[in-house]
Nanobody, 121 residues
């Protein structure tokens, strides 16, 4: 079956770093753009970052630009999110998504279960 399994979350102090991973299986990983989205307690989903299928084009939300780096290793079917200079407002459950872009917009095909990131002193 299709699986997207996030890992690497945990408790980190403000200013610290964390690297999230998303291991994909059951579909052709290299044919999909991949995104990270997050959901803070009591808040809606917030888009964080996207990387295209080949890994050569990335985009970031203004709130994380300059601090987070998205990347992927298609040979390992794995997506990454390197998070530096973490802030308390980065606390959220982080999800990875597999997407494709169409004329009418972007469609998310698969979701992971999420991994909790808590930034606290």
């Amino acid at each position: 079956e299709v699986q997207l399994v996030e890992s690497g979350g945990g408790l980190v102090q403000p200013g610290g770093s964390l690297r999230l991973s998303c291991a994909a299986s059951g579909f052709t990983f290299s044919s999909y753009a991949m995104s990270w989205v997050r959901q803070a307690p009591g808040k809606g989903l917030e888009w964080v970052s996207t990387v295209n299928s080949g890994g050569g084009s990335t985009s970031y939300a203004d709130s994380v630009k300059g601090r987070f780096t998205i990347s992927r290793d298609n040979a390992k079917n794995t997506l990454y999110l390197q998070m530096n200079s973490l802030k308390r407002e980065d606390t959220a459950v982080y999800y990875c998504n597999a997407e494709r872009v169409y004329y009418s917009g972007t469609y998310t095909y698969y979701w992971g279960q999420g991994t909790q990131v808590t930034v606290s002193s």
